[in-house]
């Protein structure tokens, strides 16, 4: 999962962390395609300091006001929170902002007490930039785009050599036929 983004990784646990210099620590995974990058944000979160406590939100349909509140409460300090899909803080009617620009305020007004990891598919961040600067809010992005075929298998070969097996090839005995 992680595989070809150590660097990007790295950066971005330093910045979650406060060592980046920015006041903020807030950042976005942002994603190509239908997926909320839940195991990606996982395997990020599994990278940090066990010090901090992981609070996960998994968005999982349309989410209003007083569920954003309830997001910003359980940021009690030392936290990491993890949203995933912020398309679903967004509803295209008026007032559809509302969510998103109360999650937003939130973390400005947390002032880095906090870690925040937001995740969002690619084309839904380029909309919901165009009505709230994000990129002030989260200064640290990730553009995690589809593997490609080397990328899979790089990641297929590194995990497997996590099971304490090898991979040998016994030579076949050769037909006479």
């Not at 009690?76 to 509803?91: I, S, Y």
């Not at 809010?137 to 589809?146: A, H, K, L, S, Y």
Request: contains cysteine.
């Amino acid at each position: 999962m992680l595989t070809g983004r150590e660097k990007d990784i790295e950066r971005l646990h330093q910045h979650l962390m406060g060592r980046s210099g920015s006041p903020s620590r807030a950042a976005a995974v942002l994603f190509q395609g239908a997926t909320n990058g839940g195991a990606l944000l996982q395997a990020i979160a599994r990278g940090l300091s066990q010090d901090i406590r992981v609070v996960r939100h998994s968005l999982k349909g349309a989410v209003g006001t007083k569920e954003v509140q309830e997001i910003l409460e359980s940021a009690t300090g030392g936290c990491l929170v993890l949203v995933e899909d912020l398309r679903f803080l967004v509803k295209l009617e008026a007032g559809g902002l509302e969510p998103l620009r109360l999650l937003v305020e939130g973390i400005l007004e947390d002032n880095g007490k906090n870690a925040w990891i937001v995740s969002c598919e690619q084309s839904s961040w380029d909309y919901l930039h165009h009505h709230l600067p994000l990129e002030g809010i989260f200064p640290e992005r990730i553009q995690v785009g589809q593997l490609t075929t080397l990328e899979l298998r790089r990641a297929i070969l590194e995990r497997h050599g996590m099971s304490g097996f090898s991979l040998e090839y016994e030579e076949m005995e050769r037909s006479f036929l």
